[in-house]
């Protein structure tokens, strides 16, 4: 139980353009999502909490208008790296919490994204 | 602020040897700690996690790791490694009036040879 997935693994894009990556959780439903990046050799860093039917909230420093991200629903959140750059390649991370669990704020992971910007 | 501190990026073990992977926090309040590992290119693994209770707690693959209060760690120990075991591991904290968000630390390599 209490499976992640991202779609895609892996994307190669030119730069000036969107990206969107999905994550889904697949047996749960989950109130709220995390996206986190992970530069190589480096830990994870919170980007944005994605709350299900309302806005996501952004970590500072992390621009909103670049990283667009949608959770419509209770097993679904998106994000969207729009005229993407070199400097957003990364391996980015969503993390979905089970919603109606109390206690330990434990997060399942999604096995990421790859993104290389050409 | 709260933070994680794994204050070694490396730790090389020979296989069946005893291994320890250091991690301490900085927290106002009682945390909840966890260790995840990732394997290359891969996702984060849920290891184990501490809420309450019995200061170890055991979890996947063999890993337990200790809860001390006194000197604010959460060290991930296993009583004999394997090359298996050859991974990135995070500690992390959260606070559970913090809505769910969880603080990494660097993480550290541990290498098991053979």
């Known amino acids: 139980g209490a499976v992640v997935s991202q779609h895609p693994s892996w994307v190669i894009c030119k730069s000036g353009t969107s990206v969107k990556i999905e994550c889904r959780s697949l047996?749960?439903?989950?109130?709220?999502m995390f996206w986190y990046r992970q530069f190589p050799k480096q830990s994870l860093m919170l980007m944005a909490t994605?709350?299900?039917?309302?806005?996501?909230?952004?970590e500072q420093g992390v621009e909103k208008d670049k990283f667009l991200i949608n959770h419509a629903s209770l097993t679904l959140s998106t994000l969207t790296v729009t005229s993407a750059h070199p400097e957003d390649s990364s391996f980015y991370i969503c993390s979905a919490r089970i919603a109606g669990l109390a206690g330990a704020n434990e997060q399942f992971f999604g096995p990421g994204t790859r993104l290389t910007v050409l | 602020a709260q933070s994680v501190a794994q204050p070694e990026d490396q730790v090389n073990v020979a296989e069946g040897n005893p291994l320890t992977v250091k991690c301490t926090y900085s927290v106002s309040g009682n945390p909840y700690l966890f260790w995840y590992v990732q394997y290359p290119n891969r996702g984060l693994q849920f290891l184990l996690k501490?809420?309450?209770?019995?200061?170890l707690v055991k979890g996947s693959y063999g890993f337990e790791a200790e809860f001390n209060k006194s000197q604010t760690s959460f060290h991930l120990k296993k009583p004999s490694a394997l090359v298996s075991d050859s991974a990135l591991y995070f500690c992390?904290?959260?606070?559970?009036?913090?809505?769910?968000?969880?603080?990494f630390g660097s993480g550290t390599r541990l290498s098991i040879r053979p």
């Open positions: 501490y809420i309450t209770g019995d200061n």
């Open positions: 992390a904290v959260s606070l559970p009036s913090s809505a769910s968000k969880i603080i």
């Open positions: 994605s709350n299900e039917g309302s806005k996501a909230t952004y």
């Open positions: 047996d749960f439903q989950a109130t709220t």
